[in-house]
């Protein structure tokens, strides 16, 4: 399978840059994908789509304020639980669709078993992320059902993952289940 190198982002805290050095990041990160997609039909396809993933993993990254520490599905758990801002959580949003898609697209390139299953379980991660995403988006704005169901409806496809590629998110995904519930009941949402 395709490797890729990831390029050092200057990744922003919650609290720290300025919109200039947001804006900054985030013109970085639109060039890369830009170059990246423009050699999406060459014989260095399967690279691109590896570098995609990351970018997009990273732009999701950069909106939420995180570091690079962890995966991406304990940041977007992390934030959520921590009361990140909505507009953070909307910005991250179709980056971690994208980073999604582009690791489904991957196992395309898969050559055996053990890969294929080595990409679902990575899809199973970024679906988790997504899914806390969502959840996110609700717990701000319980108006917002759309998101709540659609970070059930993640989870349960996660869960139901016939090779087992999610079990690694069950944790996490029993905490969104909690979430989710106090969200349904109308609960004050807990912090962690």
């Not at 570098?51 to 304020?65: F, I, K, N, P, T």
């Not at 489904?104 to 988790?128: I, K, N």
Request: hydrophobic residues 40%.
């Amino acid at each position: 399978m395709p490797e890729t190198k990831r390029e050092e982002l200057p990744i922003q805290s919650q609290t720290a840059g300025s919109a200039a050095a947001e804006d900054a990041v985030e013109a970085q990160l639109a060039r890369q994908v830009a170059e990246l997609s423009a050699t999406l039909g060459t014989p260095e396809a399967g690279f691109a789509l590896a570098s995609l993933r990351v970018v997009e993993e990273d732009w999701a990254r950069h909106a939420l304020g995180v570091d690079m520490s962890g995966t991406l599905a304990s940041q977007a758990r992390r934030s959520v639980e921590r009361g990140v801002p909505l507009d953070r959580l909307e910005r991250a949003l179709p980056h971690a669709k994208r980073a999604v898609q582009r690791q489904w697209d991957l196992g395309s390139f898969a050559t055996g078993s053990g890969e294929g299953l080595a990409v679902m379980a990575e899809v199973r991660e970024l679906q988790t992320a997504l899914a806390w995403l969502h959840a996110g988006i609700a717990r701000h704005d319980p108006v917002r059902a759309r998101h709540a169901a659609e970070a059930q409806r993640l989870a349960r496809e996660i869960r139901e993952d016939s090779n087992g590629s999610g079990r690694s998110c069950e944790r996490s995904l029993r905490a969104l289940d909690e979430l989710l519930a106090r969200l349904e009941t109308g609960a004050a949402p807990q912090r962690h």
